[in-house]
């Protein structure tokens, strides 16, 4: 699974909408949209920003890891 498709997996685990993480990340919905569908990157300010929201490691969204670490806390 490449890490769209877990972005997209893990959005809708939470019952949250395109626009409700754009909002998070600082997006329009079609901007998250074009990171879920491969037209925009992901930047790394906003994956740390959806680590500490999810409370998921980089490692599982991005998918290095098939298991969901928590995200560590200071």
Do not use: V, W
């Amino acid at each position: 699974m490449n890490y769209r498709e877990r972005l997209k997996n893990i959005r809708e685990d939470h019952d949250m909408t395109q626009a409700q993480i754009g909002k998070i990340i600082q997006k329009s919905q079609q901007g998250y949209n074009h990171i879920e569908m491969g037209r925009a990157e992901l930047k790394i300010e906003d994956l740390i920003t959806l680590c500490k929201f999810y409370q998921l490691s980089a490692d599982y969204i991005i998918g290095i890891s098939n298991i969901p670490s928590p995200f560590p806390k200071k």
